[in-house]
């Protein structure tokens, strides 16, 4: 079998997203998800993290890398290129290990959502051309080269960027007589031995294409990118991820059950001398109730909460509540209130944000947690808002059904 390593190379220093590699991108730290693909891959033999910080080195062993060496300073430099962190990590392995692997795979982990099978049909290219040194992910390019200027200064003539051989003037030229262009982008390289050793290149002389659909392109930079791409994750594209398939919306929503405590509150109570407790919620959460209503959804409160701090909220926003269903009984009760009203839990969609709604979480069709769930609740839920408890994310959960019906 081909020896192929994955290498995914992840420095601490971090400037436009501090700790960006550890942090939690749609529930999990961003550096699993390219562990995940290299994992998932059946052609990879063996799955490297190359970093300089001892965090990032815990976070990638806990999602299955190996760690085996910590990079040197002058290597996770802001300037430091992808080559000498490869060369490197290679020249460790064989002078620490005598390992040496026929070829290498680099996933960087701002480019985190792939294609499944992508790293395997890489491989596969590889292997199945022998005059390559290299296989890079490629998608068509949204601009074309042939219409793009060099910028001389303000006062001074623009010049075109490229020729074209029998075209005179390209960029006034119809696009589709022009040549196709692609884009590389983060998401694979795959890489002889010795294209890297011998020819100190990463991608040496022959360079083959591996065309990834353009929905794939992904390269998270500042936060807007963050946020943007976290959306595309709970979009139902189909993809690689540390974790399970997350679900789409369903087609038919018969109600919308909310937990009580961090979801329809900020989590927080007060609480007065004679035990009477306070909470704090969004008047804007039920707003937006009537549409539902009108599309025939019923909207409920399921809260293990034994305080009549519950009924009374659920009273002013128009719904029923179930409380006081214990923690342990939090599944349970959801079931055997389908039951009752005789609604399929595939119509059900949920919003929680703890580990007591987790089984609720697997009996609906559709699981969502507001923005400052526990990480274990985000990693589960088919669909993180982005409103905190308390804070409107009811409000946000109407709007996002309601626009299905738009």
Avoid at 128 to 151: E, I, L, Y
Wanted: glycine share 6%.
């Amino acid at each position: 079998m081909t020896e192929v390593l994955a290498i995914i190379p992840a420095r601490g220093g971090s400037k436009g997203i501090p700790r960006k590699n550890i942090r939690l991108f749609a529930g999990y730290p961003l550096i699993a998800w390219s562990i995940a693909a290299a994992k998932q891959a059946s052609l990879v033999t063996r799955v490297i993290v190359s970093t300089d910080d001892e965090e990032i080195a815990s976070v990638a062993r806990e999602y299955g890398a190996e760690t085996p060496f910590l990079r040197p300073a002058e290597l996770a430099q802001d300037q430091t290129t992808d080559l000498p962190v490869f060369e490197h990590t290679l020249k460790f392995l064989e002078e620490v290990e005598g390992y040496r692997p026929e070829m290498i795979v680099q996933l960087r982990p701002t480019s985190p959502i792939r294609p499944r099978g992508m790293v395997d049909d890489s491989i596969r290219i590889l292997i199945n051309h022998a005059d390559a040194d290299c296989v890079r992910g490629v998608v068509p390019a949204a601009q074309n080269p042939f219409k793009m200027w060099r910028f001389n200064g303000d006062n001074k003539p623009l010049n075109p960027l490229i020729e074209l051989a029998g075209i005179a003037e390209p960029y006034n030229a119809p696009r589709q007589v022009l040549p196709p262009v692609y884009w590389q982008t983060g998401h694979i390289d795959t890489i002889r031995y010795a294209t890297i050793v011998q020819k100190h290149s990463l991608t040496g002389d022959v360079i083959y294409p591996i065309t990834i659909d353009p929905k794939y392109t992904v390269d998270i930079d500042t936060p807007a990118d963050w946020v943007k791409y976290e959306a595309l994750v709970y979009s139902g594209l189909e993809m690689v991820s540390p974790g399970k398939a997350r679900r789409t919306m369903p087609k038919q929503i018969k109600m919308l059950i909310c937990d009580f405590d961090g979801v329809v509150t900020d989590n927080r109570v007060w609480t007065d001398q004679d035990g009477r407790e306070t909470v704090a919620a969004s008047r804007s959460d039920s707003m937006r109730f009537r549409e539902l209503r009108e599309h025939g959804i019923e909207v409920m409160i399921l809260s293990s909460e034994v305080n009549s701090v519950v009924q009374a909220r659920a009273k002013k926003m128009g719904v029923e509540a179930i409380h006081g269903v214990g923690i342990v009984a939090k599944g349970e009760a959801l079931k055997k209130l389908l039951a009752e009203k005789n609604v399929d839990p595939a119509n059900v969609v949920y919003v929680g944000n703890d580990i007591n709604d987790l089984p609720c979480f697997e009996i609906a069709g559709w699981a969502m947690a507001v923005a400052d769930s526990y990480p274990e609740v985000l990693r589960a839920a088919d669909y993180v808002l982005k409103k905190n408890g308390g804070y409107g994310a009811i409000r946000e959960v109407c709007e996002i059904i309601v626009e299905r019906f738009k």
